[in-house]
């Protein structure tokens, strides 16, 4: 079976076989036990563990599965449906930083009725591990957004959910037409969160910015407010957030001592197609 990828040495194209994935070059790739292959060469890993940790990838997971941000899956899900509609698109939906494959996963399962393949890729093994257990019937592969191992204009829809931005690669491996969705937080994401971790908080920056080869279709607002009543909730939720590697002590111990915290979640999707 040919995959959605391409090998990350030469740029061939590369064939599923049992636990292995091959170009015709002679490069080979072994597909893990979970599902996933890893196409992150070794001189395009910036440390011996990119991406994120185990903790992480542990804490968003557990945080996740509890439902609270599902507007924002449902809305992807929905504007993905509709982008499935444009005519003569590639039908594959890319999921660029998929994490553990919690937005994927629900991607796939409204996609494939509609004929679409779905890949996703992220830096961090940890998530990958956990994203390819998750997804069957996706590819998952342990990537740089950077060096995407996808042919040119191969996606039709490509998601990036609080991932790092790589909009060059995003425009080639996006067909013309094909549709962008990318997720930022809005300008009170987390406020509650934020009111305990820092004396003076700061609201999120908003701004449509133009990118070469794109234009925008709309900006989606979504916004949904819930109540952790578990302390583990709430530290899964802080262990999942940048705020967790820059946070004073002083911010922590507070948290700690919450036993209930209700919480604005504010997202917005930029809904943008390629030119």
């Given at each position: 079976m040919e995959?959605?990828?391409?090998?990350?040495?030469?740029?061939?194209?590369?064939?599923?076989?049992?636990?292995?994935?091959?170009?015709?070059?002679?490069?080979?790739?072994?597909?893990?036990?979970?599902g996933y292959v890893n196409l992150l060469p070794a001189n395009r890993q910036h440390s011996k563990a990119p991406g994120d940790d185990k903790t992480m990838a542990s804490a968003r997971t557990a945080f996740l599965e509890g439902g609270w941000y599902s507007p924002l899956r449902d809305e992807l899900c929905k504007l993905s449906l509709?982008?499935?509609?444009?005519?003569?698109?590639?039908?594959v939906l890319l999921d660029a930083g998929c994490g553990e494959g919690w937005y994927t996963q629900k991607l796939l399962e409204v996609l494939s009725p509609?004929?679409?393949?779905?890949?996703?890729?992220?830096?961090?093994?940890?998530?990958?591990?956990?994203?390819?257990?998750?997804?069957?019937?996706?590819?998952?592969?342990?990537?740089?957004?950077?060096?995407?191992?996808?042919?040119?204009?191969?996606?039709?829809?490509l998601v990036?959910?609080?991932?790092?931005?790589?909009?060059?690669?995003?425009?080639?491996?996006l067909a013309p037409g094909g549709a962008f969705l990318y997720v930022v937080p809005g300008p009170r994401h987390l406020w509650e969160l934020k009111e305990i971790l820092y004396e003076n908080p700061y609201e999120n920056p908003e701004k449509a910015e133009e990118y070469p080869g794109f234009c925008y279709q709309s900006i989606v607002p979504v916004e949904t407010v819930f109540t952790l009543s578990d302390p583990a909730q709430i530290r899964a939720l802080f262990a999942m957030t940048p705020y967790a590697w820059k946070t004073p002590k002083a911010g922590v111990a507070r948290l700690s001592a919450l036993s209930e915290l209700t919480v604005t979640a504010q997202f917005r999707i930029h809904v943008l197609r390629r030119l």
């Amino acid at each position: 079976m040919e995959s959605l990828f391409f090998c990350p040495i030469c740029a061939a194209a590369l064939t599923r076989e049992g636990a292995v994935c091959r170009c015709e070059a002679g490069h080979s790739f072994d597909i893990a036990r979970e599902g996933y292959v890893n196409l992150l060469p070794a001189n395009r890993q910036h440390s011996k563990a990119p991406g994120d940790d185990k903790t992480m990838a542990s804490a968003r997971t557990a945080f996740l599965e509890g439902g609270w941000y599902s507007p924002l899956r449902d809305e992807l899900c929905k504007l993905s449906l509709e982008a499935a509609e444009a005519p003569a698109l590639p039908p594959v939906l890319l999921d660029a930083g998929c994490g553990e494959g919690w937005y994927t996963q629900k991607l796939l399962e409204v996609l494939s009725p509609k004929g679409f393949r779905v890949c996703g890729v992220d830096l961090s093994k940890p998530s990958v591990k956990r994203a390819a257990k998750r997804c069957k019937g996706a590819e998952i592969a342990v990537a740089s957004l950077y060096h995407l191992p996808i042919p040119d204009e191969k996606v039709g829809i490509l998601v990036n959910c609080f991932s790092p931005l790589a909009i060059d690669e995003f425009r080639r491996v996006l067909a013309p037409g094909g549709a962008f969705l990318y997720v930022v937080p809005g300008p009170r994401h987390l406020w509650e969160l934020k009111e305990i971790l820092y004396e003076n908080p700061y609201e999120n920056p908003e701004k449509a910015e133009e990118y070469p080869g794109f234009c925008y279709q709309s900006i989606v607002p979504v916004e949904t407010v819930f109540t952790l009543s578990d302390p583990a909730q709430i530290r899964a939720l802080f262990a999942m957030t940048p705020y967790a590697w820059k946070t004073p002590k002083a911010g922590v111990a507070r948290l700690s001592a919450l036993s209930e915290l209700t919480v604005t979640a504010q997202f917005r999707i930029h809904v943008l197609r390629r030119l």
